[in-house]
């Protein structure tokens, strides 16, 4: 039972282009929605986050976008480096009692070709 | 300033051994959380930690265990290894648990069980 789904293992784009990341959840009591990026041999990295009162949020080069209804959210980057190359978690949680547990997908590995 | 920081980097053990695995949050993060990765699956929360206190737990047998220090530390333990114990395992730390803030991950702790 896969509570949050990222649907595409991996993607291809262009430097300069907008990559879309995709993630889609299950549980209605997740309130709080994180992207982490990750390298090989290192830990997640925090990227950006949104809570379920908003629709959208914004930090530089990354834009997070939540649709409660569809319980979907996406993660745009533009313009994309080959920097960013890298796997990619949506992760969410339900904050019941002050529990800060993590529910993570599977990810998927961005590939960003000069 | 020091992020998490984990130890060992890398562990080998034997089936029926136990590990105990270290974290050290970053300075004034008071909670501690623990994920486990395994290959091409995103991490899945094993434990959380506040105050020395068990906040959270994952859907991991009692072979697993963990506690926290007074200065906010951390070690996760695993008794009786099996071959599936083989994994990265994380360790995130926040502020404070109970408001919507990311966890902060290190790089984690490589345990091959032969």
């Known amino acids: 039972d896969q509570q949050v789904k990222q649907n595409s293992p991996s993607l291809s784009v262009q430097e300069g282009r907008i990559s879309i990341l995709n993630c889609d959840y299950t549980?209605?009591?997740?309130?709080?929605f994180l992207w982490y990026k990750k390298y090989p041999a290192e830990g997640p990295t925090f990227l950006i986050s949104?809570?379920?009162?908003?629709d959208k949020n914004e930090d530089g080069r990354f834009t997070v976008f939540l649709n409660k209804s569809a319980k979907h959210l996406s993660l745009h980057i533009v313009p994309s480096q080959p920097g960013d190359s890298a796997v990619y978690f949506c992760?969410?949680?339900?904050?019941?009692?002050?529990?800060?547990?993590?529910?993570f997908g599977k990810g998927t590995k961005l590939t960003v070709n000069p | 300033d020091a992020g998490v920081t984990q130890s060992p980097t890398h562990l080998i053990k034997t089936r029926g051994q136990h590990v105990t695995l270290r974290c050290s949050p970053i300075?004034?993060?008071?909670?501690v959380s623990w994920y486990q990765q395994v290959l091409g699956q995103g991490p899945q929360f094993i434990f959380q930690?506040?105050?020395?206190?068990?906040?959270g737990r994952g859907n991991f047998p009692d072979r697993f265990s963990a506690r926290q220090f007074p200065n906010y530390s951390s070690e996760l333990n695993v008794n009786a290894l099996l071959l599936g114990d083989s994994a990265l395992y994380l360790c995130?730390?926040?502020?404070?648990?109970?408001?919507?803030?990311?966890?902060?991950f290190g790089d984690g702790t490589r345990l091959s069980i032969l």
């Open positions: 992760a969410a949680s339900a904050g019941q009692g002050g529990s800060e547990k993590l529910v």
């Open positions: 949104i809570s379920s009162i908003k």
């Open positions: 995130a730390s926040s502020l404070v648990p109970g408001i919507n803030q990311p966890q902060h």
């Open positions: 549980n209605s009591m997740f309130d709080y």
């Open positions: 300075s004034g993060h008071k909670s």
């Open positions: 930690y506040y105050e020395k206190e068990e906040r």
